[in-house]
């Protein structure tokens, strides 16, 4: 199948997992994870009506955005500090902050280009094989902190579930994200705003849609192997 099909497809399952739990289609974000694919992939689905678009590596982020400047381009994966200056200013938003020395540095580049710096808190949830992200016991604190910084914002959080073949096995994580999400979005913290809930990829984003994700970000399903 293309990618207009796929998307297509995608966007009939999002409509359909949306409506089993009551919310509204349009409150979700679909992310196109363009990591794998170049230039014509994008293009193709750009066509087909999409604009926001994830990248994991800075570099690549910074090639496509140079080609389609437009285009909502989302950093999804771990940003070495070295590397915030090549997103800030290009990224509308940084899924991927998982740590203090991050923080600080991309309110550094924010600074420096006079530009709000959009993220989303990691959150690193308990069982999860691949710890990245700030452990849910640090997570009053970081949101604490932010309000010492001035072009740092957090709109929200991120999490992956760990791999598997079965979706289902993700919906604890989803659920425990989702209640996390919702305690603070009570709270009023200086520079956060709780308005993004970022899970589920193509093996789960129709039970991360049923557990209140406003983001899902897509690759495989979309892109192919
Ligand atoms: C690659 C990637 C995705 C997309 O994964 P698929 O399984 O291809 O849909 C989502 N989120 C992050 C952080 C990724 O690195």
Not at 114 to 135: D, N
Not at 144 to 173: H, N
């Amino acid at each position: 199948m293309g990618i207009a099909e796929n998307i297509n497809q995608i966007q009939h399952r999002i409509a359909q997992a949306a409506h089993r739990s009551g919310r509204d289609p349009s409150a979700i974000t679909l992310i196109a994870v363009s990591k794998t694919v170049g230039l014509e992939a994008v293009e193709k689905a750009l066509a087909a009506g999409l604009n926001h678009f994830g990248e994991n590596r800075t570099q690549e982020l910074k090639y496509k955005h140079s080609h389609f400047p437009a285009v909502y381009w989302h950093m999804i994966g771990r940003l070495q500090t070295n590397k915030a200056k090549d997103v800030v200013g290009k990224a509308v938003l940084i899924h991927s902050l998982d740590r203090w020395s991050l923080a600080e540095e991309l309110d550094r580049r924010g600074a420096l280009l006079q530009t709000p710096v959009h993220t989303l808190l990691q959150v690193s949830l308990a069982g999860e094989e691949q710890k990245a992200g700030v452990l849910t016991t640090d997570i009053e604190q970081f949101l604490q902190s932010v309000g010492q910084l001035k072009w740092l914002q957090i709109r929200g959080l991120m999490t992956m579930a760990p791999l598997s073949e079965d979706s289902e096995k993700s919906r604890p994580f989803f659920k425990e994200l989702h209640e996390i999400y919702r305690c603070y979005k009570r709270r009023t913290y200086q520079n956060v705003e709780m308005h993004h809930l970022s899970m589920g990829m193509s093996q789960d984003f129709e039970v991360a849609i049923e557990e209140g994700a406003t983001m899902i970000r897509v690759g495989t399903a979309l892109f192919g192997e």
